[in-house]
């Protein structure tokens, strides 16, 4: 039982670019969630979803986009990258099974720098 | 706007002393409460959580809710070293937010020998 896993652990992008952070989770949890931490502060929630097919925006959307085909898989994409995008993201699930607590399951993280 | 304040330290506490952290939040209607921790550079793991006004005891960790002040607090007993670490305080609002948390800053943490 790996957990949340997400790729890559480290990023180099240069502005303009793009790409798509990876996050899986072996938990079957239908609550997933990505978030942004900048150095000194807490995490802010960019996107969430709460089953396959279903996501909605968080606190700090802009700039990205979310899919969920499947249980499992939570990708984030980032559309143009901006110096404003470097941080870490962190890709979060939560069981929906009634009686448990309401933790939330962090990844690694992936560290993103836009240069 | 949800808040959740904390102060952000350092808070240095020697070996074996009680560290207090404390966190405020803004949202009368958060239901659940959580304290996380965070080493440099890995991500945050649950230490805590509480529902209801009053302590909650877990080893060598209390959390203390009291809703009327809206605030939440963390005492962690005989601090060892490797306690040192970011503690982030995160509320959960109603029932009808899909479980979103609203995260504090967090508070930095040192235990000096």
């Known amino acids: 039982n790996a957990g949340v896993t997400q790729t890559p652990k480290f990023r180099i992008l240069k502005i303009g670019q793009s790409m798509t952070l990876q996050c899986t989770q072996d938990m079957n949890h239908n609550y997933m969630y990505w978030y942004r931490q900048d150095p000194g502060m807490g995490l802010k929630l960019i996107y969430y979803s709460v089953g396959a097919g279903i996501t909605d925006k968080g606190e700090v959307p802009n700039g990205y986009n979310v899919s969920r085909s499947t249980t499992e898989d939570f990708p984030l994409r980032l559309e143009l990258a901006a110096p404003s995008q470097t941080s870490v993201y962190f890709c979060?699930?939560?069981?929906?099974?009634?009686?448990?607590?309401?933790?939330?399951?962090f990844g690694p993280g992936t560290r993103l720098t836009v240069t | 706007q949800k808040e959740v304040e904390q102060n952000s330290g350092p808070l240095s506490v020697p070996e074996g002393a009680i560290a207090s952290l404390n966190c405020t939040y803004s949202d009368r209607v958060s239901q659940s409460f959580f304290w996380y921790r965070q080493y440099s550079g890995k991500s945050p793991e649950l230490i805590m959580s509480i529902y209801s006004n009053g302590d909650k005891e877990d080893g060598r960790f209390t959390a203390q809710l009291n809703k009327a002040s809206q605030y939440v607090s963390l005492l962690i007993r005989d601090s060892q070293p490797s306690d040192s670490a970011t503690y982030l305080c995160a509320v959960r609002g109603d029932t009808g937010t899909a479980s979103k948390l609203t995260f504090g800053t967090g508070t930095r943490l040192q235990v000096t020998l």
């Open positions: 979060a699930s939560r069981s929906l099974v009634v009686g448990t607590t309401y933790e939330q399951y």
